[in-house]
């Protein structure tokens, strides 16, 4: 079965054998992804996606013209263990859904996930399999954007400056909001050992994760493909 999420800036593709996942490739945009698509064409596919109902829709349509067997995976109140803290509980990002559903399955602990995309989202997720609740704050590209649409004078960079301190208006944007999702993650370290006195462990997702610094934190993983693996699960329960 082929395992697809839409998030808000990128899609990413994998392939699930025998219980086993292997990423495929991430990517932007539909026609590339429908491009991307032909290779597998007829196959099984489950998706989960962040983005709007219009975009859904295209991408379903497309999936019809390729002969593809489809499901799209949604929030749910309950489910493989995991309950959801919101009233609401369709509201949650599926993204977010999934994360949990792949933490429940690794480990029945205290368990944080950070999620670094285009926005940074944090989850606590107890022992007994009870989303707590969790935070959004705007990743670090739409923080650069929002300045940069909001402002005359900013422009933004697209890769890191090898400065601590911008020297110019595009590394110190950079730096700043950079420093802005950092001080999101401890944040949510100091919330989380208000929360508790036990060991918490630490899943880190998202594009992004891999320019966390993560001194500091004792437990933690950086799992690149969380949501993904929240698909397999899904994938799992569906036989
Ligand atoms: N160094 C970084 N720090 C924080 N976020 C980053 C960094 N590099 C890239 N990102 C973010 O990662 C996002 C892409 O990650 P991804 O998890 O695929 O996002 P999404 O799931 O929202 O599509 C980009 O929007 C970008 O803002
Ligand atoms: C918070 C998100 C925008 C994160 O999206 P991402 O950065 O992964 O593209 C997404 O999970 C979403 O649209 N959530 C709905 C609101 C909520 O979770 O409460
Ligand atoms: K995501």
Redesign the pocket.
């Given at each position: 079965m082929i395992l697809l999420?839409i998030?808000?800036?990128?899609?990413?593709l994998a392939a699930l054998l025998e219980q086993e996942l292997n990423f495929i490739e991430?990517g932007e945009g539909l026609d590339n992804l429908l491009r991307r698509l032909t290779d597998y064409q007829g196959q099984q596919l489950l998706f989960a996606s962040?983005a709007s109902d219009e975009l859904n829709q295209q991408l379903q349509q497309g999936l019809t013209q390729l002969g593809m067997v489809f499901v799209q995976t949604q929030t749910e109140a309950a489910a493989s263990g995991v309950i959801n803290a919101y009233a609401d509980y369709q509201r949650l990002g599926v993204?977010r859904w999934l994360t949990l559903l792949a933490a429940r399955q690794r480990k029945h602990a205290l368990t944080a996930i950070v999620?670094?995309?285009?926005?940074?989202t944090f989850d606590l997720l107890n022992s007994d399999g009870h989303h707590l609740g969790g935070w959004i704050a705007p990743?670090?590209?739409?923080m650069q954007d929002s300045l940069v649409a909001r402002s005359q004078r900013i422009t933004a960079r697209i890769d890191?400056p090898a400065e601590v301190l911008g020297r110019s208006t595009e590394d110190g944007l950079y730096l700043g909001c950079?420093a802005a999702?950092q001080g999101f993650v401890k944040q949510a370290q100091v919330k989380t050992n208000e929360v508790s006195d036990l060991p918490v462990d630490w899943l880190f997702?998202?594009?992004?994760m891999?320019?966390?610094n993560t001194n500091g934190f004792i437990n933690y993983e950086i799992r690149p493909h969380l949501?993904l693996e929240g698909l397999a699960v899904v994938a799992a329960d569906l036989g």
């Open positions: 999420e998030g808000n800036t990128r899609w990413k991430h962040v993204d999620d670094v995309g285009t926005a940074v990743g670090l590209n739409t890191a950079q999702v997702t998202g594009g992004g891999h320019y966390l949501v």
